[in-house]
């Protein structure tokens, strides 16, 4: 790992994730009913889980809007989740995050995978993504995971985090 991305992992206070493409593998499954289930990695959920318990921020800035996602986020023990934002309006929630929480974008990192995430990953943010992200994504991002969004992405990322800063396995010393 480069040293100036060593540097910037290990000021980073914050996840913030998309849902679609990111913590999912971007399928629908869409039922009769009209709900559209999503398939979620248990390993990312731990990652989620350890990151939270370890006094991370971690947050939700997604367009999708179901029932069962906010369920799976809340079990995580995610309490920042911004779901049903328009797809173009990414960056008005994540500023607001940002002023309410009193963050620096440098202590924050943001995974997204498709042009919604665009704007919020030209920000001051170190920009991440999962490997199979659309082309814009993969150009702009500071770091790309060698995991595909759905797959452990998400673990990944929060794992680069953890290690620089000594946090990855501190719950068993």
């Not at 480069?2 to 913590?23: C, H, Q, S």
Request: a negative charge; charged letters at 25%; aromatic letters at 8%.
């Amino acid at each position: 790992m480069n040293p100036e991305l060593t540097e910037r992992l290990a000021r980073i206070t914050t996840f913030i994730f998309d849902i679609d493409g990111v913590m999912t593998d971007g399928s629908v499954i869409a039922l009769e009913t009209g709900e559209q289930p999503r398939t979620f990695n248990v390993k990312d959920g731990y990652g989620i889980n350890r990151a939270v318990k370890l006094g991370y921020r971690v947050a939700i800035i997604s367009a999708q809007n179901q029932l069962g996602v906010r369920k799976r986020l809340e079990y995580l023990g995610v309490t920042d989740i911004f779901i049903g934002t328009s797809p173009d309006g990414k960056l008005p929630v994540f500023k607001e995050y940002l002023q309410k929480m009193n963050l620096s974008e440098d202590e924050i990192v943001f995974m997204g995978d498709d042009l919604p995430d665009y704007e919020v990953m030209r920000t001051g943010v170190l920009a991440a993504c999962p490997a199979d992200s659309s082309e814009e994504i993969l150009a702009l991002a500071d770091y790309i995971s060698p995991k595909n969004g759905g797959h452990g992405a998400v673990r990944d990322l929060i794992e680069q985090v953890m290690k620089v800063q000594g946090k990855w396995m501190s719950w068993f010393d």
